[in-house]
């Protein structure tokens, strides 16, 4: 069976960091591409950050390139997602999934896997 765990979530002051992660297990992990999005309750789940089963391919969402990083170990079956700079607008439930295509895709329709999310709270 197919698990997802995000952790590293929690409540953090505008301009700070927090570094999450997304251990999986149950899948060939170096085959998958994995990604993150973010809800809110006002908005539908967004896009994020995706990063390719290789390393080689990262992609981000316009707010996030350039304060959020992706990696990704595949000795580890874990993928990360570093974000400085926090604005309280980041404020959401940030999931990770997998994608057995293997490519950095932004969709979220294309992922096969979801985790349960953590919260990450951005105050002003």
């Known amino acids: 069976q197919v698990q997802l765990v995000e952790s590293g979530g929690g409540l953090v002051q505008a301009g700070g960091s927090l570094r999450l992660s997304c251990a999986a297990s149950g899948l060939t992990f170096s085959s998958y591409a994995m990604g993150w999005f973010r809800q809110t309750p006002r908005k539908e789940r967004e896009f994020v950050a995706a990063i390719s089963w290789s390393g080689g391919d990262t992609t981000f969402t316009d707010s996030t390139r350039g304060r959020f990083t992706i990696a990704r170990d595949n000795a580890k079956n874990t993928v990360y997602l570093e974000m400085s700079s926090l604005k309280p607008e980041d404020t959401a439930v940030y999931y990770c999934?997998?994608?057995?295509?293997?490519?950095?895709?932004?969709?979220?329709?294309?992922?096969?896997?979801w985790g349960q999310g953590t919260q990450v709270t951005v105050n002003s």
């Open positions: 999934a997998a994608d057995h295509f293997g490519r950095a895709y932004r969709e979220s329709w294309r992922y096969d896997y």
